[in-house]
């Protein structure tokens, strides 16, 4: 009988997951792929979103384009997960699994910073970018902006990078550039703290476009009667518009479960097994030593697939996941740059930077349609 995977979670780490499994061995498994929405959206659409680029139709990709050999998809939103017992419990139903891998991503704790909901706009979510959309066209007669990093470890770390120069861009074309200012506050001290070169690359970028970039500075909250930001180390900074980048954390049933410690799930970062067997974590779920990108989901994904591949056709181990990957950034002006990371294969990790052009513009496009192409088939555009 084949076995019966269950795949928590149907994101960057989820859908690569079923694929990779699903191509390899369709015939010895049974997976039940399980999200609660119907469908998935890139974490950078979320950028192309609140900057008006693309409409909100042109970037979901709708879960019922699915169709693997041996993969069966479920909408339904995941309440119990027992690691111990391999049970998961949903909305609907009870799944009993013979593997069980959570890709459940990342959650928001907007009230970890006081103001931000009042005063502020969160743009991780895809809702929170639809309103911080609206707040920057509503935006004009130009003013202070504020970007700021809230918590200490955050999705793609090159994103308030991006969005700052986004912001600069955008007000550019609407003549406000001149009217405005626009500081980027981060508790990281650097924007790719392992990498100098690539560090150095990007902060010459933001000063070149006049942004204020404050680095190991974190807003602890907003006074929203008076729209200051309060930082950790005593500044404060005024804010006609505040775009924040909210506190991180696991979702709620996860924390819930007994596989979490300190807020994550600590795994193998070679395997990606959790401490109950035949359990797996992968994505932005785990506290494996990686950023929290899709990238890297993507990489962890292909690793665990090779993992379980071997373990049901009874094949020798596969290598251990390399913790490389590439992010592409958005440098304003239809430029994009491209940072490329290894966090586990040598001594100290490496970034590697590539400057900004139209060519990797496009290569970014490319790169999108092949995962929604590899993911939801040759019929989804
Ligand atoms: C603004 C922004 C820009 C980004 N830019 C980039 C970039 O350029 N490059 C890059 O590599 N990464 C980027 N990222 C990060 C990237 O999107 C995430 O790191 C990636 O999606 C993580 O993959 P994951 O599989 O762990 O989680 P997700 O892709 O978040 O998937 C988790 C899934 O679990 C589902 N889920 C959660 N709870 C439940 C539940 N209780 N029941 C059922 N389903 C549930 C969710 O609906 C979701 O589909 C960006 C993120 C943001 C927000």
Same mark, same amino acid.
């Given at each position: 009988?084949?076995?019966?995977?269950?795949?928590?979670?149907?994101?960057?780490?989820?859908?690569?997951?079923?694929?990779?499994?699903?191509?390899?061995?369709?015939?010895?498994?049974?997976?039940?792929?399980?999200?609660?929405?119907?469908?998935?959206?890139?974490?950078?659409?979320?950028?192309?979103?609140?900057?008006?680029?693309?409409?909100?139709?042109?970037?979901?990709?709708?879960?019922?384009?699915?169709?693997?050999?041996?993969?069966?998809?479920?909408?339904?939103?995941?309440?119990?997960?027992?690691?111990?017992?391999?049970?998961?419990?949903?909305?609907?139903?009870?799944?009993?699994?013979?593997?069980?891998?959570?890709?459940?991503?990342?959650?928001?704790?907007?009230?970890?910073?006081?103001?931000?909901?009042?005063?502020?706009?969160?743009?991780?979510?895809?809702?929170?970018?639809?309103?911080?959309?609206?707040?920057?066209?509503?935006?004009?007669?130009?003013?202070?902006?504020?970007?700021?990093?809230?918590?200490?470890?955050?999705?793609?770390?090159?994103?308030?990078?991006?969005?700052?120069?986004?912001?600069?861009?955008?007000?550019?074309?609407?003549?406000?550039?001149?009217?405005?200012?626009?500081?980027?506050?981060?508790?990281?001290?650097?924007?790719?703290?392992?990498?100098?070169?690539?560090?150095?690359?990007?902060?010459?970028?933001?000063?070149?476009?006049?942004?204020?970039?404050?680095?190991?500075?974190?807003?602890?909250?907003? !006074? $929203?009667?008076?729209?200051?930001?309060?930082?950790?180390?005593?500044? *404060? @900074?005024?804010? #006609? +518009?505040?775009?924040? =980048?909210?506190?991180?954390?696991?979702?709620?049933?996860?924390?819930?479960?007994?596989?979490?410690?300190?807020?994550?799930?600590?795994?193998?970062?070679?395997?990606?097994?959790?401490?109950?067997?035949?359990?797996?974590?992968?994505?932005?779920?785990?506290?494996?030593?990686?950023?929290?990108?899709?990238?890297?989901?993507?990489?962890?994904?292909?690793?665990?697939?090779?993992?379980?591949?071997?373990?049901?056709?009874?094949?020798? !181990? $596969?290598?251990?996941?390399?913790?490389?990957?590439?992010?592409?950034? *958005? @440098?304003?002006? #239809? +430029?994009?740059?491209? =940072?490329?990371?290894?966090?586990?294969?040598?001594?100290?990790?490496?970034?590697?930077?590539?400057?900004?052009?139209?060519?990797?513009?496009?290569?970014?496009?490319?790169?999108?349609?092949?995962?929604?192409?590899?993911?939801?088939?040759?019929?989804?555009?």
């Amino acid at each position: 009988m084949a076995d019966h995977v269950v795949v928590l979670g149907a994101g960057f780490g989820g859908l690569e997951l079923v694929t990779g499994i699903s191509e390899a061995i369709p015939d010895k498994v049974h997976i039940t792929l399980i999200d609660k929405s119907d469908a998935f959206m890139f974490g950078f659409s979320k950028l192309d979103v609140m900057f008006g680029r693309r409409q909100a139709s042109e970037v979901w990709n709708p879960y019922r384009g699915i169709d693997k050999p041996g993969v069966e998809f479920r909408q339904e939103t995941v309440t119990a997960i027992d690691p111990e017992n391999r049970r998961v419990v949903t909305d609907v139903a009870t799944y009993d699994a013979d593997i069980l891998v959570v890709a459940l991503g990342a959650d928001y704790d907007v009230a970890a910073t006081p103001g931000l909901a009042e005063d502020g706009f969160e743009f991780y979510s895809f809702s929170g970018a639809e309103r911080a959309r609206d707040a920057l066209v509503a935006f004009n007669n130009g003013g202070a902006v504020v970007v700021g990093v809230l918590g200490p470890f955050f999705k793609c770390p090159g994103a308030p990078i991006e969005t700052a120069l986004l912001v600069d861009n955008y007000l550019a074309k609407r003549g406000l550039r001149e009217s405005s200012t626009v500081h980027l506050v981060s508790p990281m001290p650097a924007p790719i703290p392992i990498s100098q070169k690539t560090s150095s690359a990007l902060t010459a970028i933001l000063e070149e476009h006049g942004i204020e970039y404050w680095p190991g500075s974190k807003v602890n909250r907003l !006074d $929203p009667e008076h729209h200051v930001a309060h930082l950790d180390d005593g500044r *404060e @900074l005024s804010y #006609d +518009l505040f775009l924040g =980048i909210p506190v991180h954390c696991a979702p709620e049933v996860v924390v819930a479960s007994e596989l979490v410690e300190d807020g994550w799930i600590p795994v193998d970062p070679a395997t990606f097994a959790t401490k109950f067997p035949n359990v797996y974590a992968i994505g932005d779920v785990t506290s494996a030593p990686v950023p929290r990108a899709g990238g890297i989901a993507e990489g962890e994904a292909a690793t665990v697939a090779k993992v379980l591949i071997a373990k049901l056709t009874e094949d020798s !181990d $596969p290598l251990p996941y390399d913790g490389s990957a590439g992010c592409y950034v *958005e @440098l304003g002006g #239809d +430029l994009v740059g491209r =940072i490329d990371v290894n966090f586990l294969s040598y001594d100290t990790p490496v970034a590697k930077f590539t400057a900004p052009s139209a060519a990797l513009s496009e290569e970014k496009q490319a790169w999108e349609s092949a995962r929604v192409h590899r993911w939801f088939g040759p019929n989804v555009s």
